[in-house]
């Protein structure tokens, strides 16, 4: 596609209840990252896959959050029980960076979540 | 591991004055610098990036930022801003030494005013 996707836009859920979010990086690109907005915080790493090695999870907040990449290409990023405190925008990010190069980082347009 | 401080969350001037947004950064190892931008209801875009050689980088906009090892600094400037330049400005960091983990300032918010 012409850049990464997002999907949904908007997401309202009530407390407790899990979500799927879902993120389509650029086509061939090999890295892919997500990322969490929230008002005044700025953007927050999550997570970062590159090509087939073990995706870096250090800033996933807490057990009820776990993401997935299929066939290296789409992700999806699952939120557990989810909490009011959950509610944010979540970025995805694709770069076609090797690990041994920088590449530019295209973000998405965002999934919003809010949580009642 | 890294962290970035963005000194103002919110800067007004008025339309063509100059401007610099701060940001400083901390880190136990050599890294990669950068400045995002995000207009209003639009997606982050990449304003300009800091990997090695000249410590003055130009970018998109006539934006231009200097990195400072000393200061560990990597302060954002503009000559002339423009109403158009009105926008969320984000300071990142990403280590050089595996991987491409990047760790974003909290922001600051550029309003410009007629």
């Known amino acids: 596609g012409a850049g990464v996707s997002q999907s949904p836009s908007n997401k309202v859920t009530e407390k407790g209840k899990d979500v799927e979010l879902r993120c389509d990086p650029i086509?061939?690109?090999?890295?892919l990252y997500w990322y969490r907005q929230s008002l005044g915080q700025g953007l927050e790493f999550l997570i970062y896959f590159q090509g087939n090695s073990a995706p870096d999870k250090s800033g996933l907040p807490s057990d009820r959050f776990s993401a997935e990449r299929t066939g290296g290409s789409v992700s999806t990023l699952t939120i557990q029980r989810t909490q009011q405190e959950d509610s944010a925008v979540y970025l995805c990010?694709?770069?076609?960076?090797?690990?041994?190069?920088?590449?530019?980082?295209?973000f998405g347009p965002g999934t919003r979540l809010t949580v009642l | 591991a890294q962290s970035v401080t963005q000194l103002d969350s919110q800067v007004p001037v008025f339309e063509e004055a100059p401007v610099e947004l701060r940001c400083n950064y901390s880190?136990?190892?050599?890294?990669?610098l950068f400045w995002y931008v995000q207009y209003p209801n639009q997606g982050l875009q990449l304003l300009l990036k800091?990997?090695?050689?000249?410590?003055l980088v130009k970018g998109i906009n006539g934006f231009e930022a200097e990195f400072n090892k000393s200061q560990t600094s990597f302060h954002l400037r503009k000559p002339s801003v423009h109403i158009s330049d009105t926008a969320e400005y984000f300071c990142a960091v990403s280590d050089r030494t595996g991987g491409f983990k990047t760790i974003f300032g909290a922001g600051t918010r550029l309003f410009v005013k007629a």
């Open positions: 086509s061939g690109h090999t890295a």
């Open positions: 880190s136990s190892v050599s890294v990669y």
């Open positions: 990010a694709s770069s076609s960076g090797s690990s041994h190069s920088y590449n530019e980082q295209f």
């Open positions: 800091y990997l090695s050689g000249s410590t």
